[in-house]
């Protein structure tokens, strides 16, 4: 089995910062890309940054140059670094993995349980 399990989350007043992490366990051949997305109420999930093994990143333009992805390979471990926050990113931030299990696996994806994040005064 594969566990993927965030941590960072809170409260933090706007302009604030946090940073998250999410850490990929049990067997795992390779990981392909990890993600952090996030849903807030009454709102659909959205990706929020996404990077490959090979440490090329992709951002929502609602965070760039605000969120920093990166990932610790050896740890099988991605962070997001979010700064100058907003009450607009208060959410759940789930992490996302694609992944193969062994050599002769298909990649599949998985999802994190999901970390909250408030941004209020």
């Known amino acids: 089995q594969v566990q993927l399990v965030e941590s960072g989350g809170g409260l933090v007043q706007p302009g604030g910062s946090l940073r998250l992490s999410c850490a990929a366990s049990?067997?795992?051949?390779?990981?392909?890309?990890m993600g952090w997305y996030r849903q807030a109420p009454g709102k659909q999930r959205e990706l929020v940054a996404a990077?490959?093994?090979?440490?090329?990143?992709d951002y929502a333009d609602f965070v760039k140059g605000r969120f920093t992805i990166s990932r610790d390979n050896a740890k099988n471990t991605v962070y997001l670094q979010m700064n100058s926050l907003k009450p607009e990113d208060t959410a759940v931030y789930y992490c996302n993995a694609e992944l193969r299990r062994s050599y002769f696996a298909r990649p599949s994806t998985y999802w994190g349980q999901g970390t909250q994040v408030t941004v209020s005064s």
């Open positions: 049990g067997i795992i051949f390779s990981i392909n890309s």
């Open positions: 990077i490959t093994d090979g440490g090329s990143t």
